[in-house]
């Protein structure tokens, strides 16, 4: 298939609540794709212009694992690998190759955080990323959850 402006999206729909609790995904397993991005041709606001590669929303247990995501030069908004949600105490992003995107991977955890890294599995390792800015982008609350190992930033 052509290049795209999203690849996969695996995430409840935000409107999606009952009694203000966030609907999750029980299990997510993501192995083995290929993601070409592109801008769209077109007229699209903003709102419609989310470029990323793979997008996950609140999943209490996550593996992402062996994917390659692929763009031109797309700019400071497109991201390659995008967690946006409440997450349990088990995700793991691994062996992926991420080239063009300026914000690789992006984690940006919502509601009650772990303590710490003792409190949860958060695992970031063995991805290379080519031309971007760094191995993780989130808040610092965040980082201080996460488990960075042997991830390469390869300048472009």
């Given at each position: 298939a052509g290049p795209a402006m999203q690849g996969t999206n695996a995430a409840p729909s935000p409107a999606e609540e009952r009694g203000g609790e966030r609907l999750a995904v029980a299990r997510a397993s993501v192995r083995g794709n290929r993601v070409r991005l592109a801008r769209a041709e077109g007229d699209f606001g903003q709102s419609q212009r989310r470029v990323q590669g793979l997008f996950f929303g609140h999943v209490r247990l996550l593996l992402v694992f062996e994917n390659r995501i692929e763009?031109?030069?797309?700019?400071?908004?497109?991201?390659?690998?995008?967690?946006?949600?409440?997450?349990?105490?088990?995700?793991?992003?691994?062996?992926?190759?991420?080239?063009?995107?300026?914000?690789?991977?992006?984690?940006?955890?919502?509601?009650?955080?772990?303590?710490?890294?003792?409190?949860?599995?958060?695992?970031?390792?063995?991805?290379?990323?080519?031309?971007?800015?760094?191995?993780?982008?989130?808040?610092?609350?965040?980082?201080d959850c996460l488990r960075l190992r042997l991830n390469a930033v390869v300048p472009s």
């Open positions: 763009a031109a030069e797309m700019g400071g908004t497109a991201r390659g690998l995008y967690l946006h949600g409440e997450y349990g105490p088990h995700y793991k992003l691994r062996d992926n190759d991420i080239s063009g995107l300026q914000q690789a991977m992006v984690v940006e955890a919502l509601g009650n955080l772990p303590r710490g890294r003792e409190g949860c599995l958060w695992l970031v390792e063995k991805n290379v990323i080519h031309g971007g800015k760094s191995e993780v982008e989130a808040p610092q609350a965040v980082q």
